[in-house]
């Protein structure tokens, strides 16, 4: 098993994560689990409220990746959950060379991709990605293997598993206190797998998953 390490702690964050979002409903889970424009581009109790790229959000975070794990120029990289490629887009100013690839469930995040990453990018689950085993030198998922049902992440730990040659880091919802768990219940709009922090692990060490990891919840 890897370590569990915040690579995310350069990822900007409001100062109050619990007032920028109304109270949600089951109805308005429904709606942002289509993962369509509502999620992406509606509003904002059902998603992002306006989902468009920002150089403040990835390029610290890309740079920290990069270094941590000492990509190299023509590194392979996959991220799993990339939504419209922002982060590659960081990662292709970062490393002109490398070779990336992104999937993502949504047809609609796709279709509306970043034009400089939109070739690399295709609609997949994380629980069968289409790529050959050892293909990448890293593999990263921020806050999307938990949106599967439990048998699906434990699929989809063990895909990470098998696409990677080298370094992997995924971030998933999680708690470690019952103050935590609370908060993160109360946010959640599309997450259908719930743990704890060291339930998580255990279901990445059944998975056979020996990347790195984090926990997000609102007090992160």
Same mark, same amino acid.
């Given at each position: 098993?890897?370590?569990?390490?915040?690579?995310?702690?350069?990822?900007?964050?409001?100062?109050?994560?619990?007032?920028?979002?109304?109270?949600?409903?089951?109805?308005?889970?429904?709606?942002?689990?289509?993962?369509?424009?509502?999620?992406?581009?509606?509003?904002?109790?059902?998603?992002?409220?306006?989902?468009?790229?920002?150089?403040?959000?990835?390029?610290?975070?890309?740079?920290?990746?990069?270094?941590?794990?000492?990509?190299?120029?023509? @590194? /392979?990289? #996959?991220? =799993?959950?990339? $939504?419209?490629?922002?982060?590659?887009? !960081?990662?292709?100013?970062?490393?002109?060379?490398?070779?990336?690839?992104?999937?993502?469930?949504?047809?609609?995040?796709?279709?509306?991709?970043?034009?400089?990453? @939109? /070739?690399? #990018?295709? =609609?997949?689950? $994380?629980?069968?990605?289409?790529?050959? !085993?050892?293909?990448?030198?890293?593999?990263?998922?921020?806050?999307?293997?938990?949106?599967?049902?439990?048998?699906?992440?434990?699929?989809?730990?063990?895909?990470?598993? /098998?696409?990677?040659?080298?370094?992997?880091?995924?971030?998933?919802?999680?708690?470690?206190?019952?103050?935590?768990?609370?908060?993160?219940?109360?946010?959640?709009?599309?997450?259908?797998?719930?743990?704890?922090?060291?339930?998580?692990?255990?279901?990445?060490?059944?998975?056979?998953?020996?990347?790195?990891?984090?926990?997000?919840?609102?007090?992160?």
């Amino acid at each position: 098993m890897g370590t569990e390490i915040d690579l995310m702690r350069l990822y900007p964050k409001p100062n109050n994560r619990m007032a920028e979002r109304p109270e949600i409903t089951p109805e308005d889970q429904e709606i942002s689990r289509r993962f369509d424009s509502e999620y992406f581009d509606g509003d904002r109790r059902h998603g992002y409220g306006g989902f468009s790229y920002h150089p403040r959000f990835w390029t610290e975070t890309v740079d920290l990746f990069t270094t941590h794990y000492n990509l190299k120029q023509n @590194a /392979r990289i #996959l991220d =799993v959950g990339c $939504a419209k490629g922002f982060m590659l887009k !960081d990662f292709a100013l970062r490393l002109p060379y490398a070779h990336l690839a992104g999937v993502d469930i949504s047809p609609y995040a796709i279709k509306h991709a970043e034009p400089e990453v @939109a /070739r690399y #990018l295709q =609609v997949a689950s $994380a629980e069968q990605l289409p790529f050959e !085993d050892d293909t990448f030198d890293f593999v990263v998922s921020i806050n999307t293997i938990h949106n599967l049902e439990q048998e699906g992440c434990l699929r989809a730990f063990a895909e990470v598993e /098998r696409v990677c040659r080298g370094h992997a880091f995924i971030m998933v919802d999680g708690w470690k206190n019952e103050e935590e768990r609370t908060l993160l219940q109360r946010w959640v709009l599309t997450a259908r797998t719930m743990l704890s922090a060291g339930d998580w692990v255990a279901l990445m060490n059944e998975s056979g998953y020996t990347g790195d990891y984090a926990f997000w919840n609102p007090l992160c």
